[in-house]
């Protein structure tokens, strides 16, 4: 579909029949979508960006072993180690490995019954 645009100052509207169509609806319907979109640009995005982050990691029951860790946002010093050990770190502070307190959470899911994680202690 070819694109034509309508100038509005310094922006440029998109004026295909759908863009119309929303804008003409959101109008009819008493949506503000614009604004808010225009009110979030005005704020501080990698501000919002962060506290969003830190509440839905705190609030993840299954990152609490990565929640001991990290405990503020920005770059990791063990990212600067050697490629191997950086994959291997990752994968043990985001639980994606194959360890018992892993593994056992997905098959005592599939059996249907709950164990704790002492329950799933990685044996010695």
Known sequence: AVVSTQSTGDNSMPTT???V???????TSKLDWHSIIRDFAAKDPPALFITNWER?????RKLSFYNTMKTSFGEESYLNLERGLVKRTAQLRTSAHQYHIETGRHQSIRLGSVTTRRERACPL
């Open 21 to 27: 169509y929303a804008m003409k609806e959101q109008v």
């Open 17 to 19: 029949p759908l863009v």
């Open 56 to 60: 839905t990691r705190m609030m993840n």
